[in-house]
């Protein structure tokens, strides 16, 4: 079981990096093949689309809860009613989907009435029916992933992925070069969720011959699975909200062609908060572990030091390298056209990164039962966002989603949420952010500094760009080395080292 579940980690990190890379590597493909006007339009349809998203209830999350709670007490008759009442819970809420998107589609025209011509609302139209088929595909695969992972069958789900980010990009590949518009994009992605989802149905009925049959509906399993459900949809309100507010206010108030733009700045915000934010989720255990010791306050804050410091040392690492050579890098993959995307990225980045920097107190809030705190502060983080992006945008445009988008980072999540730490955990905030930048954050900078001016003292774009993200590299390895790291690191980078060298 232990191997099992070590397993599904390492394919998860393997899909996140593979992801990644596609990702970078297809939306840059996508943007060069389609154009602006025309990958504008498929995001603007996208971003509006995954609202629908939030319907869903977290069905997959509640689904695996339940199996698992099930199974730990001993109660595997009750496996069949818990599975088809989510099930049946799911088809409910599919329809309900439906419906809403029904309403979303007559909508269209009134909501990008000044930013769309009626044959681009009409292909808008078009393209949202493939998508909404393509999320409820995506909907019922999440739900039976839930039963997988439940029965503790750890690797099957990013197994799937990692073949559906593959099979997606040579199939983008294919069908794009020779027909270059939106709809290509829809309807491979319904393609391939619909077949994902045959896989892991037919998975799920092989392995444990799952009955999905109306009589195990059973309305208590239901009501205890309510709370839970609303938690995550308010969760999901607000990732949705956050991921896409910007893109869908610049649907409306600009041109398909911003979209586009704001499209790359996203990219690369994700990017680097994927990056950074990887870490956190490897000391939920060790949080765990040392709060039932009993540590508190400033014990507490002390074993958290070295989590921060890998945060920095990661998400720092690639935030000043984007600095240094980010000019070249969107040249290379989205055009020259796209430079500006530079410093509106940064100008979320850096507050991301700030927040994120004791990111793995999330952990304790999730141990001591007070995410619901940082859910809130999340949701006044959003409408701020929301107010500021609508205010700033007719005169800074582009600029102005970004002021917001930074603005409500530095005051939601930075601002409230360590006064929280501060105040509720009585966590020492201002003490683990300066063990966290001791020895890392001035030497990225400095190297993030140097290699941005000599890069650009180099006219030939590309020798630019290896030179500068060579330069980069060897500086920020060098300082942190030699001047950065504590004994403890160094020791853990020397021994791992030699592990590799053993096996070697």
């Known amino acids: 079981m232990l191997k099992s579940r070590g397993v599904g980690i390492a394919i998860s990190y393997i899909y996140t990096f593979l992801n990644m890379v596609c990702s970078l590597i297809m939306s840059s493909f996508l943007l060069r093949m389609l154009g602006d006007t025309e990958y504008g339009l498929y995001q603007t349809v996208s971003a509006f689309a ?3 998203v939030m319907l869903e209830f977290g069905t997959g999350t509640v689904m695996s809860r339940n199996i698992s709670l099930c199974r730990s007490k001993g109660e595997e008759e009750k496996l069949k009613n818990n599975i088809s009442t989510l099930w049946y819970t799911t088809l409910f809420l599919s329809v309900v989907i439906l419906l809403v998107s029904v309403v979303f589609f007559l909508n269209i025209g009134n909501i990008y009435k000044n930013t769309m011509t009626p044959e681009q609302v009409e292909y808008a139209q078009e393209i949202f029916i493939v998508m909404t088929a393509y999320l409820i595909f995506s909907f019922f695969t999440h739900t039976f992933n839930g039963v997988l992972l439940g029965m503790e069958h750890y690797t099957f789900a990013n197994t799937m992925n990692i073949i559906k980010i593959l099979s997606r990009s040579l199939l983008l590949v294919a069908v794009v070069t020779f027909k270059p518009y939106a709809m290509s994009i829809v309807l491979i992605d319904l393609l391939v969720s619909a077949m994902v989802f045959v896989v892991t149905f037919a998975s799920c009925k092989k392995k444990y011959n799952i009955k999905l049959k109306f009589k ?8 205890e699975s309510l709370p839970l459900c609303l938690a995550l949809l308010l969760q999901a309100v607000i990732n949705q909200a956050n991921s896409n507010v910007g893109k869908f206010i610049i649907g409306i108030k600009m041109t398909l062609e911003s979209v586009a733009l704001y499209s790359v700045v996203q990219y690369i915000y994700s990017l680097i908060a994927t990056v950074t934010t990887i870490p956190i989720t490897m000391f939920l255990p060790q949080v765990a572990r040392d709060i039932s010791s009993g540590l508190k306050e400033k014990e507490l804050t002390k074993t958290l030091v070295a989590p921060c410091r890998l945060v920095v040392m990661i998400g720092g690492t690639l935030l000043f390298g984007f600095f240094a050579i980010g000019k070249q890098f969107i040249t290379i993959f989205y055009g020259a056209s796209k430079q500006s995307a530079w410093g509106y990225a940064l100008l979320i980045a850096i507050p991301m ?8 107190i999330i952990n304790v809030l999730d141990v001591t039962n007070k995410r619901l705190a940082r859910s809130l502060s999340l949701a006044g983080t959003t409408l701020l966002n929301i107010v500021i992006t609508l205010n700033l945008i007719p005169k800074y445009g582009i600029l102005g989603v970004a002021i917001g988008t930074a603005t409500s980072l530095i005051l939601g999540n930075i601002l409230v949420m360590n006064i929280y730490y501060k105040k509720s955990l009585k966590l020492n905030v201002i003490w683990l952010y300066y063990q966290a930048y001791k020895g890392l954050l001035p030497y990225q900078i400095f190297s993030g500094v140097i290699a941005y001016f000599i890069a650009g003292l180099i006219d030939n774009l590309y020798i630019s760009f ?7 590299v060897f500086l920020v390895f060098f300082f942190i080395y030699f001047w950065g790291l504590n004994e403890l690191e160094k020791n853990k980078i020397e021994g791992f080292l030699k592990k590799i060298k053993i096996k070697i």
């Open 50 to 52: 995954m609202y629908l």
């Open 216 to 223: 195990y509906f059973d309305k208590s399993v239901l009501v």
């Open 353 to 360: 990164f700030i927040n994120m920097t004791n990111g793995v």
């Open 466 to 472: 290896f030179v500068g993200g060579f330069l980069y």
